[in-house]
Nanobody, 120 residues
Framework: QVLLVESGGGLVQPGGSLRLSCVVS??????????TGWYRQAPGKERELVAS???????NYAESAKGRFTISRDNAKNSVYLQMNSLKPEDTAIYYC????????????WGQGTQVTVSS
């Protein structure tokens, strides 16, 4: 029932910027109650956490993303965003959005991913 759809990926040159969006539909829990995250997975590597946020607004970033990436949300639009600046070739990966919440049990939902390629 819950669907997460990412968009905004594409090809960008090193030093460029992209903003990824994740629109969530079908959740019976208010977006204000979600913990959110962006993960990425490059070929041959494990999926890693890039950025996360809690329902109270605290954020956390991977060391490689700190200072360059910003996670945010618009609860009215049921959307989660990842602003990526100063992109590097090593940022190339499929990026996935994730939401989690607890309502009598733990819920964990993932999007299908969007490709980000950083290359000159």
């Amino acid at each position: 029932q819950v669907l997460l759809v990412e968009s905004g990926g594409g090809l960008v040159q090193p030093g460029g910027s992209l903003r990824l969006s994740c629109v969530v539909s079908g959740s019976s829990v208010s977006s204000s109650m979600w913990s959110t995250g962006w993960y990425r997975q490059a070929p041959g590597k494990e999926r890693e956490l890039v950025a996360s946020s809690t329902r109270v607004g605290s954020t956390n970033y991977a060391e490689s993303a700190k200072g360059r990436f910003t996670i945010s949300r618009d609860n009215a639009k049921n959307s989660v965003y990842l602003q990526m600046n100063s992109l590097k070739p090593e940022d190339t990966a499929i990026y996935y959005c994730n939401i989690r919440y607890y309502r009598f049990k733990q819920y964990d939902y993932w999007g299908q991913g969007t490709q980000v390629t950083v290359s000159s």
